[in-house]
């Protein structure tokens, strides 16, 4: 986990389309002033990224790869607990939204707390869809897309990569 001393505080003047696709500004949150926004920045070099992550996570968190389809190590995992970003450990998914997409990568259909989830629109690859990254951190997740089951009808599509897991205590 990051610790508190590794962040800085900083304020956006921007108007408020530019900031939705805010990037590496992370936890943003609306003044009382219509086009101020506040953000906090995780200050860490690529190194420090580098040390703390392996290879693959390394590549998929920062460098927004994705993962093979079906090679996951949390696809099938049945599990009762909470997902968590692999690089700062913020609670993301609990188990009890997780279904099998067929897609091949870790799908919920909905977020534990949709504030802690940055969606980004992405036209890479000739398609439209939505990037997905831990406002926490700006780890890369995967993407959102709107085929999922009711009640929300979305799929959270993420890279097993992006997630570590927290197993629920059962005492």
């Known amino acids: 986990m990051t610790s508190f001393s590794s962040w800085t505080p900083i304020a956006i003047w921007a108007p408020a389309k530019a900031v939705s696709g805010i990037g590496p500004y992370l936890g943003v949150r609306r003044s009382n002033t219509p086009q101020f926004f506040y953000a906090m920045v995780m200050n860490r ?19 927004k790869a994705t993962e093979p389809a079906f090679t996951g190590k949390l696809l099938h995992n049945k599990e009762k607990g909470v997902y968590v970003c692999a690089g700062c450990g913020t609670e993301l998914f609990s188990s009890d939204a997780k279904y099998d997409s067929g897609s091949g990568w ?3 259909w909905t977020a534990l707390a949709k504030d ?3 969606e980004i629109p992405d036209h890479t690859l000739g398609m439209e869809r939505i990037e997905i990254k831990c406002k926490n951190c700006g780890g ?5 897309f709107d ?10 599509c993420v890279n097993s990569l992006s997630l570590g897991f927290k197993k629920k205590d059962t005492k």
């Open 140 to 144: 890369h997740l995967g993407h959102l």
């Open 116 to 118: 802690k989830i940055t």
């Open 106 to 108: 870790p799908s919920f």
């Open 147 to 156: 085929d999922g089951p009711q009640p929300t009808g979305m799929r959270y």
């Open 45 to 63: 070099t690529d190194e420090e990224w580098k040390r703390q992550l392996d290879p693959q996570q390394y590549k998929v968190l920062r460098g």
